[in-house]
């Protein structure tokens, strides 16, 4: 029940892009076409699901105050270890899905490497070092449920942009500028959720 | 990316080719540390000292750099940077680094250091790149002071945690304005920005999207 509860609460309430703004980058610029979207938003899903449960292990038990050795505190280091820990991720994972995928390759293939300057990810394990969560399961859960969050909102905003693409808009708004209003009362939208009771 | 002579180096990316509204970069921490102005402040600053810093050190190390692992370089320099700046502000202003949450460390994240090291400080001078450094991080301290500005004023009635809408509209017999607490939700951040963004492309037309 827990789970359940911190899954829908890291998709609605929690959602990355409306609620705490990670990863706007790309959200911005790969969000012309529905079918690229939901390729990146399945990309940062899947770097997420493995990135931070290893996270949430290195930080358990190498990082935090006498973790690794008594009266040692290396939680200033945190930066560091989880943005590395995500590059080298994400380069693993590129060799190995176009070494046995070939296929999910193609369609993932160019995204891979800007995910690992992706704010989503990195942001989802300070996150998740900062909810300090009690076990793994708790983890995966958040991990599962922030890409979850993130793909259903790309996703979203690249439908409504392919239909804006046919409608009259004043020329300075065009593009950019648009798409802010429109993220931003989308926002609006899933406020609406912040009201459920969970548990 | 247009306007990267010298001459415009540092003054462009104030408006012309201003980082956020223009680059569309960092839109991220621009968005989420703008409900008040002191952390606003805050962020532009410790954004600028990394921007400026890593600019020059990625600059000078341009021809060293191999060029398969020139991501990795980036982002361990970056971090280096990223955990003094918040190892300072824990030491000096640590109610704001409480406020800042995790978007310090974000700063390593942030788009307009990868995207300003890669389309710059690789190809150009430690010198011209200080400029560069300086001059984005400032067009981005700009957007977060203008956007914080409104949301602070019409959220909480204060600016700078000094309540100006009590003392100055409500004393002086305009009674009745209510925060808008809209102002304050995320919400507000995004429409805030995209109107920004409006203005600045109905004075720059050649900006606009065809």
């Known amino acids: ?199 | 990316m247009a306007n990267e002579k010298k001459p415009g180096v540092f003054t462009g990316p104030l408006w012309t080719n201003n980082p956020v509204v223009v680059q569309v970069l960092g839109i991220c921490s621009a968005l989420a540390v703008t409900t008040q102005m002191k952390p606003a402040l805050v962020m532009g600053i410790s954004l600028t000292c990394v921007l400026a810093f890593a600019n020059v050190i990625i600059s000078v190390l341009r021809n060293t750099i191999p060029n398969r692992i020139r991501i990795i370089v980036q982002l361990v320099v970056v971090a280096a940077l990223v955990i003094i700046v918040n190892q300072i502000l824990k030491a000096y202003v640590y109610d704001v680094s409480k406020a800042l949450s995790v978007y310090v460390g974000l700063i390593i994240t942030n788009c307009i250091l990868m995207g300003r090291l890669e389309a710059f400080a690789l190809g150009n001078k430690p010198f011209p790149a200080l400029l560069d450094g300086l001059g984005n991080g400032l067009g981005y301290a700009m957007i977060l002071f203008i956007t914080a500005t409104i949301r602070e004023l019409f959220g909480s009635g204060t600016l700078f945690g000094y309540d100006v809408i009590a003392r100055f509209v409500n004393e002086a017999g305009y009674d009745g304005y209510q925060n808008c607490g809209f102002f304050t939700m995320p919400a507000a951040a995004l429409i805030i920005l995209g109107c920004i963004i409006w203005y600045q492309r109905a004075k720059n037309p050649d900006l606009q999207d065809k």
Do not use: H
């Open chain 1, 1 to 199: 029940m827990e789970y359940l509860n911190l899954f829908i609460k890291s998709i609605f309430i929690d959602n990355m892009i409306f609620a705490l703004f990670l990863g706007m980058c790309s959200y911005l610029a790969v969000s012309k076409t529905v079918s690229t979207s939901v390729g990146l938003g399945c990309a940062v899903t899947f770097v997420l699901f493995i990135t931070l449960p290893i996270n949430y292990l290195l930080d358990k038990y190498v990082l935090q105050p006498n973790a690794l050795i008594e009266g040692v505190d290396l939680s200033y280091l945190s930066f560091i270890i989880f943005i590395a820990n995500i590059a080298a991720i994400v380069q693993i994972v590129e060799m190995v899905v176009e070494k046995f995928f070939p296929a999910l390759y193609g369609s993932l293939g160019i995204f891979l490497p800007l995910i690992a300057v992706n704010c989503a990810i990195l942001g989802g394990s300070l996150f998740m070092q900062q909810k300090e969560f009690e076990n793994v399961g708790y983890a995966i859960t958040y991990a599962l449920g922030d890409g979850i969050g993130w793909l259903f909102a790309i996703a979203c905003i690249a439908a409504i942009r392919e239909k804006l693409s046919y409608s009259n808009i004043p020329a300075p708004l065009k593009g950019l500028g648009i798409t802010f209003i429109v993220t931003g009362l989308m926002a609006i939208a899933f406020m609406s959720f912040s009201g459920i009771q969970l548990g």
